[in-house]
């Protein structure tokens, strides 16, 4: 964790309740990718990837055959998977994703007339995800970017801040420590979960920021506003 943005984030202090049971440090963090196969997937598996730390994929149809909970074998989920698809994906198997970390991205769209976020039931797509794995510990982090980014992040040629949200500070902390491992990533607190939303809608402010100048740019998070980073 680097900073915070706007909100007071004190260890042990949320907007609901924290599971008691303890997490690993980054370092020593078992984790997996969640979704189908795409550029965006592997880019945050080979970003997070690390000579102590080697992150699986496991693809959606294989939660179907699955019983264990996920926790006994990981610490962390990372869900690739597109936001129109995640509550069929979902859907039935909270139990497997019970007490586990469950880190949310999300998508951006376009048209003839700019990016948009994609609608959600719930405004965003952290909150979706917090409504259908009740009892998982869910974070919203990495929801502004593609592949490109996360590549040219792990390069340390893309410098950006990448905003968290989550009630569960503990969850937000480990999701902050295996950012900050990433060379080009700066991570900052962002709020609780209510803020999903207007969080993940910065994606479309960045992408046409990106199609303006010719190539992904980061940002900055501040109290007065968002400041776009020119490579």
Do not use: W
């Amino acid at each position: 964790m680097r900073c915070t943005v706007g909100v007071q984030h004190t260890c042990g202090v949320t907007d609901s309740a924290v599971p008691d049971s303890p997490l690993p440090l980054p370092r020593y963090v078992r984790a997996a990718v969640i979704g189908p196969a795409s550029d965006f997937s592997e880019a945050v598996i080979n970003a997070f990837s690390t000579a102590d730390r080697r992150v699986h994929h496991l693809v959606p149809l294989e939660l179907s055959s699955m019983s264990t909970p996920l926790s006994r074998s990981l610490d962390v989920a990372l869900l690739t998977v597109d936001p129109s698809s995640l509550e069929s994906v979902l859907s039935g198997h909270a139990e497997l994703f019970s007490g586990l970390v469950v880190v949310c991205t999300s998508a951006v769209s376009h048209d003839k007339d700019g990016f948009f976020m994609e609608r959600v039931p719930e405004g965003g797509v952290a909150n979706l995800v917090a409504r259908l794995l009740p009892n998982a510990r869910t974070v919203g982090a990495l929801q502004q970017f593609n592949a490109e980014h996360v590549i040219l992040a792990s390069l340390g040629t893309l410098e950006t801040d990448v905003p968290v949200v989550a009630d569960d500070i503990e969850a937000a902390d480990l999701v902050e420590g295996l950012i900050d491992e990433i060379r080009g990533f700066n991570s900052v607190y962002a709020g609780p979960l209510r803020s999903s939303a207007a969080i993940e809608g910065i994606a479309a402010v960045i992408n046409e920021a990106a199609r303006e100048r010719g190539s992904p740019v980061g940002f900055r998070l501040s109290r007065t506003g968002i400041k776009i980073l020119d490579r």
